[in-house]
């Protein structure tokens, strides 16, 4: 026996009118090392960012990280802090940065392309 069922469907969508600006804060040390892909994505999408640099070679490091203040990274830099959130890890920090600023491509192929050749830029280096 054939029977047939009525579906509907219905779309909600969220919409967050909070349009307050993203922060960002990199801390990092005063020379290009592992935050300088970071910092360049910035400067290209021209999204403001608070660009700590911290002495090289560290002087009082030990100080600081006793403070808590590097713990979402096991106490190294470079950290992230977005909208009050740290992250840790270079590469952890710049996919989310080119995802925020819209470098990662528009679907999860092109996403995976980039994601490529930055780790063969890595291998290379």
Known sequence: KNQSYSIQIHHYY???????MATYKL??????????ITRIMF?????????I??????KGFA???????????????????YNG???????????FVAKKLGFMGSNDIEE???????EHVRDIR
């Open 14 to 20: 969220i919409i967050d009118y909070n349009f307050t």
């Open 27 to 36: 801390t990092y040390f005063n020379i290009r090392g592992l935050a300088e």
């Open 43 to 51: 400067k290209i999408a021209n999204v403001p960012f608070e660009d």
């Open 53 to 58: 640099r911290l002495e090289h070679p560290p």
């Open 63 to 81: 100080e600081l990280k006793a403070t808590g203040i590097f713990a979402a990274n096991m106490n190294r830099v470079p950290i992230l802090e």
């Open 85 to 95: 959130a740290q992250i840790g890890q270079s590469k952890a920090i710049d996919r």
């Open 112 to 118: 995976a392309h980039i994601d490529t050749i930055c």
